[in-house]
């Protein structure tokens, strides 16, 4: 039990690791921001590939049904980070940037016969950006000057994430159900800056502010087929519980006078204006022999039933309300595989776990009146069995993963990422017998 607590207190005290700026991207400034993965080290080998595998000494936290197959006698503790290199390019400009972020911290056992329970913290999105836009205003109509010229700033940071706790069971052989019950919270902060050359002209500045306290259920079935002796399929199931976050968002719209420095200022809110949405999703794997293992995943996050905040004015006055149009629904395929020679050999290499898979997913987000960037990926990674002389069962999980994010017209994102996670897998329950 001690060790529980002291599992419990890591996983807790990790939110303060996670890297709210683990993006640059200048898309994380619409909707909640860039959407996290939320896949453990094992998937992200296989590019996130997750609904249909029932690992007995993994957390597969996107299918809670999967916690039924957990190993019995054992606690495993599982926590990644990601160091990732991103090239942005527009109109043959081209930036790097570099990010590192802790992604996941999670643990998981076995409660009792064909039951298990897991806990643990994985982020939801990410936002983090910070550029600026010059220009001439050029507009002879207007009272400022066509010499005049302006200066946009765009900033914004923070994220969502969530705390979980789920089990797994399985009610009759080869039928498997499992739900995550989380506390979903977190900040985002985002502002505009418009200034002018000329002293006389106002600043204006626009900073809008969610804070989000609320929870978040998903549930998952897993239904396992016997085809013969040597293969098994694995259908699994997911449903995320799509609600209102009960969450006032801000708008403080500032008016600054350059020559006097007198500012006014309007605070406007929309109640329970932020929403998730619902989300389906559906896999399968084949298991040849316990050594090779193929599968497909299906998800869609129902993104275009949702509102979105927006600022307008009217006869020059601010009005803070909800749009509907500017979300729409996000696809995700994902196909991928891991292969293990045997996994309970004696030789290093013949437990050694191969894996690699591909996904391409549409965006939630639209920019300017069009549909936001498009993405695809592809990955690679390697499970390294840990062996000494008191555990042989923990695992180092490493992948390698590359991302394109595209739309016409639009920046265009390639992303080189390295997956680093780590499987602690303890023999704690065991009762030792002593001659």
Not at 379 to 393: D, K, L
Request: with cysteine; charged share 15%; proline share 3%.
């Amino acid at each position: 039990m001690k060790k529980l607590i002291i599992a419990a207190i890591l996983a807790v005290s990790s939110t303060t690791m996670f890297a709210q700026g683990g993006t640059n991207s200048p898309y994380s400034m619409y909707g909640f921001g860039t959407l996290a993965e939320q896949t453990s080290g094992f998937n992200r080998g296989m590019d996130g590939l997750a609904l249909g595998f029932r690992e007995h000494n993994q957390i597969n936290y996107l299918n809670p049904a999967s916690y039924s197959n957990l190993d019995s006698l054992t606690f495993i503790f599982d926590a990644g980070v990601s160091l990732h290199k991103t090239n942005y390019s527009e109109g043959g400009r081209k930036v790097n940037r570099n990010n590192a972020s802790f992604e996941y911290v999670v643990a998981a056992f076995r409660l009792a016969k064909r039951v298990g329970f897991s806990f643990g913290l994985i982020p939801y999105s990410n936002v983090g950006y910070s550029f600026t836009g010059k220009g001439n205003v050029n507009d002879h109509t207007s009272t400022i000057g066509p010499s005049t010229t302006y200066t946009n700033t765009y900033s914004g940071d923070g994220g969502l994430r969530q705390v979980y706790i789920g089990a797994g069971w399985e009610p009759v052989k080869g039928l498997s159900v499992g739900a995550n019950v989380s506390y979903f919270w977190g900040k985002i902060n985002r502002s505009i800056t418009n200034s002018y050359s000329e002293s006389y002209v106002n600043t204006l500045s626009k900073r809008y502010i969610s804070e989000v306290t609320s929870f978040k259920f998903d549930f998952g079935l897993q239904y396992e087929a016997r085809l013969g002796r040597n293969n098994r399929v694995t259908l699994g199931l997911i449903y995320g519980l799509g609600h209102k976050l009960g969450s006032d968002p801000k708008c403080i719209v500032t008016s600054t006078n350059s020559q006097t420095s007198v500012a006014h200022s309007d605070t406007l809110m929309i109640e329970n204006g932020l929403s998730i949405p619902h989300s389906f999703g559906g896999g399968l794997v084949w298991n040849h022999k316990n050594c090779l293992k193929l599968g497909f995943d299906y998800q869609v996050q129902k993104w275009s039933k949702l509102d979105t905040p927006v600022l307008t004015y009217q006869n020059e006055k601010p009005t803070y309300h909800l749009v509907n149009g500017l979300y729409k629904d996000r696809q995700k395929m994902t196909f991928g595989g891991d292969y293990c020679a045997n996994e309970r050999s004696h030789s290093f290499f013949g437990r050694m776990h191969y894996r690699a898979g591909f996904s391409y997913a549409t965006p939630y987000i639209k920019v300017n009146d069009q549909n936001g960037p498009k993405e695809f990926s592809v990955s690679a990674g390697v499970g390294i069995p840990i062996v000494n002389s008191y555990n042989n069962r923990s695992m180092l999980n490493i992948s390698a993963q590359w991302t394109n994010r595209s739309a016409s017209g639009l920046i265009k994102e390639n992303s080189f990422r390295i997956n680093v996670g780590l499987t602690f897998n303890e023999r704690w329950f065991a009762k030792f017998k002593v001659d």
